[in-house]
T-cell receptor, first 114, second 116 residues
Framework: AQSVTQPDIHITVSEGASLELRCNYS??????LFWYVQSPGQGLQLLLK??????LVQGIKGFEAEFKRSQSSFNLRKPSVHWSDAAEYFC????????????FGKGTKLSVKP | EAGVAQSPRYKIIEKRQSVAFWCNPI?????LYWYQQILGQGPKLLIQ????????DSQLPKDRFSAERLKGVDSTLKIQPAKLEDSAVYLC??????????????FGQGTRLTVV
């Protein structure tokens, strides 16, 4: 079955430190890949997406993600975390086709220490 | 560009009661999705519309959940009767196209349902 794994449920980093959130997807075909962020009480906001081409993609708020086909991974990174980055982060995939809907991971909650 | 609008933001009902949620997608977006997000989990697709037709409702509990998309624009999701396990945030999203998967989905702020 198609699935997305985010192995880290909760991560705490210090403000100014670097961040990497992990995401792995199942299935053989390369899907369309997304990272969304959700602040408390809010909907989901798209950070970045990968469809094809350059495997390192840049997003909003200083985030980037790297697609590694050999590892079926699409990890999210940020070189220096700000307190306002505290939120929940969701990796999602879309395998396209006639239905083409998003399949989400369970999310990683990010806490930022002052 | 206005975003996806949802109402109400919050709803508390007793089990076995009925409830309805409303969604207005971004103008011109053909595809509309309803997702259920249980606390501590990622969103799960309930139903996907393309214009006013259903594309995927395989995960919709049809014995109690129903949804419609009027004239290919607004949509309502109904639960009747509600169970305790229906407590969740219900997210509506829309995208410009259906196929290919390469179209970004835009999400509303969601409706938080509590069933007591």
């Amino acid at each position: 079955a198609q699935s997305v794994t985010q192995p880290d449920i909760h991560i705490t980093v210090s403000e100014g430190a670097s961040l990497e959130l992990r995401c792995n997807y199942s299935y053989g075909a390369t899907p369309y890949l997304f990272w969304y962020v959700q602040s408390p009480g809010q909907g989901l906001q798209l950070l970045l997406k990968y469809f094809s081409g350059d495997t390192l993609v840049q997003g909003i708020k200083g985030f980037e993600a790297e697609f590694k086909r050999s590892q079926s991974s699409f990890n999210l990174r940020k070189p220096s975390v700000h307190w306002s980055d505290a939120a929940e982060y969701f990796c999602a995939v879309n395998y396209g086709g006639s239905q083409g809907n998003l399949i989400f991971g369970k999310g990683t909650k990010l806490s930022v220490k002052p | 560009e206005a975003g996806v609008a949802q109402s109400p933001r919050y709803k508390i009902i007793e089990k076995r009661q009925s409830v309805a949620f409303w969604c207005n997608p971004i103008s011109g977006h053909a595809t509309l999705y309803w997702y259920q997000q249980i606390l501590g989990q990622g969103p799960k697709l309930l139903i996907q519309f393309q214009n006013n037709g259903v594309v995927d409702d395989s995960q919709l509990p049809k014995d109690r959940f129903s949804a419609e998309r009027l004239k290919g624009v607004d949509s309502t999701l109904k639960i009747q009767p509600a169970k305790l396990e229906d407590s969740a945030v219900y997210l509506c999203a829309s995208s410009r196209h259906r196929t290919g998967g390469s179209t970004e989905a835009f999400f509303g702020q969601g409706t938080r349902l509590t069933v007591v």
